[in-house]
């Protein structure tokens, strides 16, 4: 079985502040880990992914399997960053690789 | 090039009605999934499929029926509808195992209410 642990629900910084978004996951194969995010009033959408190792909007996630994490960090949070944030697995299941996701955080950006 | 299109983006039902939620994808994904969103939660499977006129269960498929008769739509219907099914809805597409990436589309969700 898969699973996707985001241990906190809400989190807010000051504007210029650093932000790390935790993810812990559990998979026994080789996962491919996922960060989308929920602007208000708009579509899910990816942010990034592991395995193209790049840096989007500022942000990074680094996927260290000996602590099965792949928390999103950025140096300086801007207030445009405030959103719901899902890390994200894809893993084999049935016919198809799955992605399931975490519980989500609430990232909010305070001026 | 709309993406992924859900209706409708809103309704209520009451306890015993039955409802069928409809998405649409103009990319011409292979795969097709429904998921809900609830509080605390995130986002939990309900089923999905890897192509057309096929279908599997997902994580919490229970209550729920789908289909996928043509390759563009996926329907989610709910025949007997239950206050636990209040929630928000999301389907989404992605391309089948040749261009995979793992990326999900989605849509812009369906809100549901069961009284």
């Known amino acids: 079985a898969q699973r996707v642990t985001q241990p906190e629900k809400l989190l807010s910084v000051f504007k210029g502040a650093p932000v790390e978004l935790k993810c812990n996951y559990s998979?026994?194969?080789?996962?491919?880990l996922f960060w989308y995010v929920q602007y208000s009033r708009q579509r899910l959408q990816l942010l990034l992914r592991h395995i193209s190792r790049e840096s989007i909007k500022g942000f990074t996630a680094d996927l260290n399997k000996g602590e099965t994490s792949f928390h999103l960090k950025k140096p300086f949070a801007q207030e445009e960053d405030s959103a719901m944030y899902y890390c994200?697995?894809?893993?084999?299941?049935?016919?198809?690789?799955?992605?399931?996701f975490g519980s989500g955080t609430q990232l909010t950006v305070l001026p | 090039n709309a993406g992924v299109t859900q209706t409708p983006k809103f309704r209520v039902l009451k306890t015993g009605q039955s409802m069928t939620l409809l998405c649409a994808q103009d990319m011409n994904h292979e795969y097709m999934y429904w998921y809900r969103q609830d509080p605390g939660m995130g986002l939990r499977l309900i089923h999905y499929?890897?192509?057309?006129?096929?279908?599997a269960k997902g994580e919490v498929p229970d209550g729920y029926n789908v289909s996928r008769l043509k390759k563009q739509n996926f329907l989610l219907g709910l025949e007997s509808a239950a206050p636990s099914q209040t929630s928000v809805y999301f389907c989404?597409?992605?391309?089948?195992?040749?261009?995979?990436?793992?990326?999900?589309?989605f849509g812009e969700g369906s809100r549901l209410t069961v009284l």
């Open positions: 989404a597409s992605s391309y089948g195992p040749s261009r995979n990436t793992g990326e999900l589309f």
């Open positions: 499929s890897v192509g057309e006129g096929t279908t």
């Open positions: 994200a697995l894809s893993g084999l299941s049935g016919s198809a690789r799955q992605l399931t």
């Open positions: 998979y026994s194969g080789s996962p491919e």
